[in-house]
């Protein structure tokens, strides 16, 4: 029996992924599931994206983190949609990692890696904590700094189709360097060079910036990620 590493990398996500979401408190309640997922569904119309094709799940935890992971899941922390000035970064997190998973870059990575992993995996038993360390550590080791970049400029691209401030991916970027998501941001000259690139991107004139949810479903939403 011949398993090619893309059948491996598939089957391994699925697996991983119903496994890893065990250790998960997901969030279900209207006042955020709902604006959670109307920003979703609005970034991926306004970009041709398949609202069906990415699975999005806000996890209780006080961590200020977000990432996209395998089987094009991505996890929001309550913990970061508290720190969000508006909808807009709020977006310019979730485009950065939905830009990843558009791109490829979570899947192939995952991929090239699938051989030794399974082996991993199958030694990590039932334990969660440790299968999502492994997972995390393959999702992280396939995220390279041109990849980061890529990232972030897809992310404000799909700011900018939702008329969305996409400078406020740059802002984002320079908010979050002291909590070290977005992968290798970790010290103020990234931060700083990668919040610099987006400022340097030219963005056709697209009538002014809207604003999707109100401002009362907005402030319920950060109220229920307290």
Known sequence: LHLSPTIVGDKLSEWAWDLM???????EADDVRLPI???MCEMCLANGIDTASVHIVVDRTSEVNA???VGRHLVIYTGLIRQMDNEAQLCAVIGHEVAHLQLGHIQS??????AINVILILLSGNGS????EIIGDMVS???TRAKENEADAQGARYLHAMHLDPLEMATTLEKFESYG???????HDDSKKRADRIRKMEFSDNGPY????????WERLQESCR
Do not use: C, M, P
């Not at 990575?109 to 699938?114: F, H, N, T």
């Open 21 to 27: 979401s065990k250790s998960i408190r997901e969030v």
């Open 129 to 132: 904590g440790q299968l999502n």
């Open 181 to 187: 998501i977005f992968s290798y941001l970790t010290d």
């Open 67 to 69: 990432f996209a992971t």
């Open 109 to 114: 990575g995952i991929r090239r890696q699938a």
């Open 141 to 143: 080791n396939s995220l």
């Open 210 to 217: 809207r604003q999707i949810l109100s401002s009362e479903t």
């Open 37 to 39: 997922d109307t920003l």
